[in-house]
T-cell receptor, first 111, second 111 residues
Framework: NAGVTQTPKFQVLKTGQSMTLQCAQDMNHNSMYWYRQDPGMGLRLIYYSASEGTTDKGEVPNGYNVSRLNKREFSLRLESAAPSQTSVYFC??????????FGAGTRLSVL | TQLLEQSPQFLSIQEGENLTVYCNSSSVFSSLQWYRQEPGEGPVLLVTVVTGGEVKKLKRLTFQFGDARKDSSLHITAAQPGDTGLYLCAGAGDSNYQLIWGAGTKLIIKP
């Protein structure tokens, strides 16, 4: 019963370093999403992939890139990390009706 | 731009008390979802309301969708420490893939 799996769970980066957050779902969902969650601001959509082969910008895409590797996997890349990107990142997937299933999150600190 | 305002942002009450959390917007939503998030985890769907005026009950939790489908409320009767968490509302609007998220209500139930 894995659902949505995110790796790593924790990461500390120095300003300017790059990293990729991995996400995989085993529910055969078409759509996948990357959010960031900051205190008092709820969930903000970074990028989403409505279906395999497509990606679209969300509310806060600057500084991020994504890859929909296949139907199961959707990765988020920070090319040059900045302290403003310190946050908790969540991956989610959905089949239909907008109901989304979330991973446990990646806690990222950029020093 | 569609927005969802949640209130209160924070609520700390004693076990056994009742409480209501509100989610308001000036926009119409095709459906509205309520999620609960525990520390260190991703949000988990509690309920989806679709029809204006709809009321759904989940044990001690009662969810209502406004007649005009612009607002929703979550009422908890006889709150328990296990109800502690972050409650998020999310509305399905113009996009088939994107949800509009409220900022969340952090609820603490003291024994």
């Amino acid at each position: 019963n894995a659902g949505v799996t995110q790796t790593p769970k924790f990461q500390v980066l120095k300003t300017g370093q790059s990293m990729t957050l991995q996400c995989a779902q085993d529910m055969n969902h078409n759509s996948m999403y990357w959010y960031r969650q900051d205190p008092g601001m709820g969930l903000r959509l970074i990028y989403y992939s409505a279906s395999e082969g497509t990606t679209d910008k969300g509310e806060v895409p600057n500084g991020y890139n994504v890859s929909r590797l296949n139907k199961r996997e959707f990765s988020l890349r920070l090319e040059s990390a900045a302290p403003s990107q310190t946050s908790v990142y969540f991956c989610a997937s959905s089949r239909q009706g907008n109901i989304q299933y979330f991973g446990a999150g990646t806690r990222l600190s950029v020093l | 731009t569609q927005l969802l305002e949640q209130s209160p942002q924070f609520l700390s009450i004693q076990e056994g008390e009742n409480l209501t959390v509100y989610c308001n917007s000036s926009s119409v939503f095709s459906s509205l979802q309520w999620y609960r998030q525990e520390p260190g985890e991703g949000p988990v769907l509690l309920v989806t309301v679709v029809t204006g005026g709809e009321v759904k009950k989940l044990k001690r939790l009662t969810f209502q969708f406004g007649d005009a489908r612009k607002d929703s409320s979550l009422h908890i009767t006889a709150a328990q420490p296990g109800d502690t968490g972050l409650y998020l509302c999310a509305g399905a609007g113009d996009s088939n893939y994107q949800l509009i998220w409220g900022a969340g209500t952090k609820l603490i139930i003291k024994p």
